[in-house]
């Protein structure tokens, strides 16, 4: 955990620490000499570690479940905890919540982490809470933490059970058994959302006949239908009739109860009529009927409207109308009650034209009966879509002096309604309507006009297509036309002769002039390209198809004659023909130049002594002149660069290169000269060319000792070894080692002895309290020839010190400032102060 310095007694921290894990450390340290014996002493030190925040809270649950019943008085739910790691002055937490608090249902008290309810609440409206709440420290808002408290509301039974509607049911006075279902629902749950369902009054007793029972006598010859008695019957619970007539009602009181503590109740009325028996079938007045209905009629707007008779009375002969399952897709629907057909989305012709649907008419009888009618909706076409041209844009050519009323090209459009709507006119409504003509049924575009390439070039129409439909629509179309050129011009040279010149010792790809041709054509056959015929073709001269300049394509060295005539032809593209073709001469002059002289090499290679004596000849260079003028070949020759401390000097008239001052390879071994040569010209021609002079070696430095320092330690054994030595030549081998070592001094009482190959040995025992330290003069020789060469040098041998003599008492004095902390002075393994000890003298 800590690290003392050996030498510097300096006490660090090596791991991190943590207060938290242990709070502080006992320390011993020791303090021991090198002598021989060593001696020690040791002290104690305490180290108290002092906090820092460098916790966090952390809550003892990532997720805390709470309940609490619904309806409620404010009141405590549940406790949140966080803890800090950290000391009592860190360690603090406050609480609070920051996500989930639906309403301001909840506080959380900042201190003591209690999570309490502010508002009753309704587990109907919220089942359950999902709050975030967080733990931070006072002072240091960064350091938080976060918990997901889940608090779930109990339910109590505070809801009545529901009737889904109120019932009214029509019974037929004919139907032996009815049933109808009623449903109630309980926004509770569990036992308090279970519901049970009970008729209030209950016809517990049968009808019972009155009188009871009930004699009469009749006479034997009573005519027939003779009414002879009546019979009247009861219901103690109803008191009333048992016989309920068409067109009456009878009322039924339902009660739904949940199962809660305490129960809670709500009840409804379910009211029957009754109705007579369903004689007759709904009746159309025809079996197949057709509406017809423009394509753009709104959406929303009646289409046409059915009807159906009923000769029942009251709910038998209510009719309703619905069309047919297949059918429910068509843009169509019939009114349930009224029978008129409406538009449900819009219409077009061009995607359907008809639509063929099937109508139930059903009555309200208690066993229904119905019709069906077969209805054809025909959709009429309105002009409601414009021609459609088959491109947005034309392009096309025409050749320029083409005949008038010619065909350029034909337009194409269509239009997808139908008949009248779907006939199609076209017409040309911005453009050079003087110059072209379109065709209004079939739209071919024709010429009014004989067109020039290069007066005009290009031709804009607009084009329009227009259906003839009283409300007419149309379409916009643009036609490019681009007029081609014809070639009706021969190219023409602006010059019948071009004359040009060029120096002799021009390079290859040098332009020497330019020839130009027109042609009044435009485009492609205005294009002028330039071609060499003839004897100028095999010349070294080139000419630029495109451009007509002419440039060498080879040396003119050779070429004897001064003035060179050449024939250029000027054409358009294509192949050559002998009418649509010009010619010009190219005089073209060679001016005579002065040439460089240049060497018989490119580069020159010596080797010269570093000993030779100043004057010596190196090498000899020489150029030759290609001119035929003999005064160019006589040359000035120059050393202008390379030639460092002016090494070399060149004779100017012979090219004879001399050692100008003394040479040192070691300090330059390599020189490279540029030499030039200079002829009489005017102006005056320069060649040149390198000379690299390389310096050989000779044996003209002493080897030098590199070590002059070694040590060694007293009270050694003879032979031990002292030093390995070397040396160093700055001649090049073979003038340098192998080396040769010996002692110049050496004696019979000499500690020492250096073999030839440089490995000094002791010759005794050495005691460093009679001589501390040597003073050898080390003789070193190189291998070199004619003669090797050496050199002397002192080496210092210092002698180590061994802790082989006992100590003698000494005083010593040690200095203590205090600067008010408090201080106390280290003490020995014997618990006295190191400061009042007696120290002892080693030597």
């Given at each position: 955990?800590?690290?003392?310095?050996?030498?510097?007694?300096?006490?660090?921290?090596?791991?991190?620490?943590?207060?938290?894990?242990?709070?502080?450390?006992?320390?011993?340290?020791?303090?021991?000499?090198?002598?021989?014996?060593?001696?020690?002493?040791?002290?104690?030190?305490q180290i108290n570690i002092t906090d820092v925040n460098d916790n966090f809270p952390q809550f003892t649950q990532a997720e805390y479940r709470c309940e609490v019943y619904e309806n409620s008085p404010p009141s405590g739910v549940c406790d949140v905890l966080a803890i800090d790691a950290d000391s009592p002055n860190y360690s603090a937490v406050w609480y609070n919540i920051t996500e989930g608090n639906i309403d301001e249902s909840f506080t959380l008290d900042p201190e003591n982490g209690l999570v309490s309810t502010i508002v009753s609440l309704d587990r109907e409206s919220i089942p359950f809470f999902n709050l975030t709440v967080e733990a931070a420290e006072p002072d240091n808002p960064l350091h938080t933490d976060q918990a997901t408290v889940i608090i779930f509301v109990l339910d109590r039974n505070d809801n009545a059970p529901r009737f889904s509607e109120v019932y009214l049911a029509e019974v037929s006075e004919n139907a032996p058994i009815f049933i109808l279902q009623v449903f109630a629902t309980d926004r509770d749950i569990g036992k308090n959302s279970d519901v049970t369902v009970r008729i209030e009054q209950f016809n517990h007793h049968p009808p019972m006949f009155l009188p009871s029972p009930a004699f009469v006598v009749i006479p034997y010859d009573l005519v027939l239908g003779t009414e002879v008695f009546r019979l009247t019957a009861t219901d103690i619970d109803t008191n009333s009739s048992d016989h309920i007539d068409e067109n009456e009602s009878l009322t039924l009181l339902v009660v739904a109860k949940d199962l809660g503590y305490p129960s809670l109740t709500s009840q409804t009325e379910i009211t029957f009529e009754v109705i007579g028996k369903n004689q007759f079938s709904p009746r159309f007045s025809e079996t197949d009927v057709m509406f017809s209905v423009p394509e753009d009629l709104p959406f929303g707007s009646v289409a046409g409207k059915i009807q159906a008779?009923?000769?029942?009375?009251?709910?038998?002969?209510?009719?309703?109308?619905?069309?047919?399952?297949?059918?429910?897709?068509?843009?169509?629907?019939?009114?349930?009650?009224?029978?008129?057909?409406?538009?449900?989305?819009?219409?077009?012709?061009?995607?359907?034209?008809?639509?063929?649907?099937?109508?139930?008419?059903?009555?309200?009888?208690?066993?229904?009966?119905?019709?069906?009618?077969?209805?054809?909706?025909?959709?009429?076409?309105?002009?409601?879509?414009?021609?459609?041209?088959?491109?947005?844009e034309y392009i096309a050519t025409l050749r320029e002096n083409s005949k008038v009323r010619t065909n350029v090209l034909d337009v194409k459009a269509t239009d997808i309604d139908s008949g009248i709507n779907a006939q199609i006119s076209f017409s040309i409504i911005a453009g050079s309507l003087d110059k072209f003509a379109i065709d209004p049924i079939n739209g071919s575009i024709i010429t009014l006009d004989v067109f020039d390439y290069e007066h005009e070039k290009t031709f804009d129409l607009t084009i329009k297509a227009s259906n003839t439909a009283r409300h007419t629509l149309y379409s916009l179309a643009f036609v490019i036309i681009h007029i081609l050129d014809v070639n009706e011009f021969t190219p023409t040279f602006i010059k019948e002769r071009f004359n040009f010149s060029v120096f002799k010792n021009a390079p290859v790809g040098t332009s020497i002039g330019k020839v130009t041709a027109t042609d009044n054509d435009s485009g492609p056959e205005g294009e002028v390209v330039y071609l060499l015929f003839g004897h100028g073709k095999n010349l070294v001269f080139d000419i630029s198809s495109r451009s007509g300049e002419i440039h060498t394509s080879g040396s003119l060295r050779d070429r004897g004659n001064s003035n060179i005539i050449l024939?250029?032809?000027?054409?358009?593209?294509?192949?050559?023909?002998?009418?649509?073709?010009?010619?010009?001469?190219?005089?073209?002059?060679?001016?005579?130049?002065?040439?460089?002289?240049?060497?018989?090499?490119?580069?020159?290679e010596v080797n010269v002594k570093e000993d030779s004596p100043i004057g010596?000849?190196?090498?000899?260079?020489?150029?030759?002149?290609?001119?035929?003028?003999?005064?160019?070949?006589?040359?000035?020759?120059?050393?202008?660069?390379?030639?460092?401390?002016?090494?070399?000097?060149?004779?100017?008239?012979?090219?004879?290169?001399?050692?100008?001052?003394?040479?040192?390879?070691?300090?330059?071994?390599?020189?490279?000269?540029?030499?030039?040569?200079?002829?009489?010209?005017?102006?005056?021609?320069?060649?040149?060319?390198?000379?690299?002079?390389s310096i050989d070696d000779i044996n003209d430095n002493a080897p030098k000792l590199l070590t002059t320092k070694v040590q060694v330690k007293e009270n050694q054994p003879e032979e031990t070894i002292v030093a390995r030595?070397?040396?160093?030549?700055?001649?090049?081998?073979?003038?340098?080692?192998?080396?040769?070592?010996?002692?110049?001094?050496?004696?019979?009482?000499?500690?020492?002895?250096?073999?030839?190959?440089?490995?000094?040995?002791?010759?005794?025992?050495?005691?460093?309290?009679?001589?501390?330290?040597?003073?050898?003069?080390?003789?070193?020789?190189?291998?070199?020839?004619?003669?090797?060469?050496?050199?002397?040098?002192?080496?210092?041998?210092?002698?180590?010190?061994?802790?082989?003599?006992?100590?003698?008492?000494?005083?010593?004095?040690?200095?203590?400032?205090?600067?008010?902390?408090?201080?106390?002075?280290?003490?020995?393994?014997?618990?006295?102060?190191?400061?009042?000890?007696?120290?002892?003298?080693?030597?």
């Open positions: 955990m800590f690290h003392v310095d050996q030498l510097g007694g300096v006490l660090t921290v090596e791991n991190p620490l943590d207060y938290e894990s242990k709070k502080e450390f006992s320390l011993l340290i020791e303090a021991r000499d090198s002598g021989s014996p060593p001696f020690s002493s040791f002290v104690k030190i008779e009923d000769g029942d009375y009251g709910p038998n002969g209510a009719i309703t109308y619905c069309i047919s399952p297949q059918d429910k897709y068509f843009p169509i629907s019939v009114g349930e009650f009224s029978g008129l057909l409406t538009l449900t989305r819009e219409l077009d012709y061009e995607k359907e034209s008809s639509y063929n649907l099937q109508i139930k008419a059903k009555d309200g009888g208690w066993i229904s009966k119905s019709a069906w009618l077969n209805v054809t909706v025909i959709v009429i076409d309105v002009n409601d879509n414009p021609p459609v041209f088959s491109m947005s024939k250029v032809l000027a054409k358009n593209s294509g192949i050559i023909n002998g009418t649509n073709v010009a010619e010009t001469l190219v005089n073209v002059t060679v001016i005579e130049t002065n040439d460089a002289p240049m060497f018989t090499s490119t580069s020159y010596t000849s190196v090498l000899t260079v020489s150029a030759l002149d290609r001119d035929s003028v003999l005064e160019r070949n006589r040359f000035i020759f120059r050393i202008v660069d390379g030639n460092t401390n002016s090494s070399f000097s060149i004779d100017p008239l012979r090219g004879i290169v001399l050692v100008n001052s003394p040479l040192d390879r070691e300090r330059w071994s390599v020189y490279n000269l540029t030499v030039t040569a200079t002829d009489n010209g005017s102006p005056p021609a320069t060649g040149t060319t390198n000379v690299i002079v030595l070397n040396a160093l030549d700055f001649d090049l081998p073979p003038n340098q080692g192998p080396f040769t070592f010996w002692l110049s001094n050496l004696s019979a009482e000499s500690a020492f002895f250096l073999t030839p190959d440089g490995v000094l040995l002791t010759t005794r025992v050495i005691d460093r309290e009679n001589v501390s330290e040597y003073r050898l003069l080390v003789v070193v020789k190189d291998a070199g020839l004619p003669l090797p060469l050496s050199s002397t040098t002192t080496l210092h041998v210092r002698v180590e010190d061994e802790n082989d003599n006992p100590p003698s008492p000494r005083n010593i004095f040690i200095e203590v400032k205090y600067f008010g902390t408090p201080f106390r002075l280290p003490q020995d393994a014997n618990g006295r102060t190191i400061g009042s000890r007696k120290f002892l003298n080693d030597t």
